[in-house]
């Protein structure tokens, strides 16, 4: 995967939450990011984990969650997400019409997954946020 020093020093010692509950994508996400320095929280494929994470008191940089977690949404983490001002993204095997209209701006990623598209993309939202 070609990577940029850019990125690579606008990731590294972020931390990244992945929420995301296919194993063998979960796992490719993660080591995407820690191969780009990051540190990941998660990944967690389900809402309750999800919740245990954002309710542990630990800064999160960026999230990639997954649209539908065994059937859940995944709305509730990214609201509380946005009250927090912690950028993110949504993967999915759905339509972008899935997403409840308040989300319409959240960049979607549809499966099969690009990871260095992906990377670019949380990248991206991090460099973006207010310092």
Avoid: W
């Avoid at 995301?20 to 998660?42: C, H, P, W």
């Amino acid at each position: 995967m070609a990577t940029s020093s850019h990125q690579r020093a606008e990731l590294k010692g972020r931390r990244i939450f992945v929420v995301e509950d296919e194993y063998f994508l979960a796992d490719d996400i993660g080591k995407t990011f820690r191969a780009l320095g990051a540190e990941i929280a998660g990944p967690v494929g389900d809402l309750e984990d999800a919740l245990k994470i954002l309710h542990d008191g630990s800064v999160l940089d960026a999230a990639v969650l997954d649209v539908n977690i065994r059937s859940e949404m995944i709305f509730p983490i990214a609201r509380e997400l946005r009250a927090r001002n912690v950028p993110f993204l949504f993967t999915t095997g759905y339509d972008k019409i899935t997403l409840s209209p308040e989300f319409q701006d959240v960049p979607l990623l549809e499966k099969p997954i690009d990871l260095a598209a992906m990377a670019r993309k949380v990248t991206g939202l991090i460099a973006e946020q207010p310092v």
